[in-house]
């Protein structure tokens, strides 16, 4: 099953590198496909997200923000697809 994420970043964020390449590295093991939103593109994205980013929407789960883990990660993209978990992942 694929699974969507979107990473919200902006130039000359350090953090986002490297929740970029654990993004990476998990799409070595399921199928990821991942895209990035530099939130200095949009007024409303800069407003929403200036001070928290990283910031990883996880389709259909949770939206996660600092400090970002690949244990994080992972759980997030396991808990998306856990049917006893169905309707318990909320956003901030």
Do not use: W
């Not at 093991?29 to 994205?45: F, G, N, Q, R, W």
């Not at 928290?52 to 929407?57: E, H, K, T, Y």
């Not at 259909?60 to 759980?75: A, N, S, Y």
């Amino acid at each position: 099953m694929d699974h969507h994420i979107i990473l919200y970043t902006k130039p000359g964020c350090h953090l986002c590198d490297g929740v970029l390449e654990d993004l990476r590295l998990l799409a070595f093991e399921m199928d990821l496909s991942v895209a990035t939103v530099d939130i200095t593109s949009a007024p409303a994205l800069v407003e929403r997200f200036q001070n928290l980013i990283p910031v990883v929407d996880v389709e259909g789960g949770p939206l996660l923000t600092t400090p970002i883990t690949i244990r994080r990660l992972r759980e997030a993209l396991a808990e998306v697809h856990s049917p006893s978990d169905a309707g318990t992942l909320g956003r901030p």
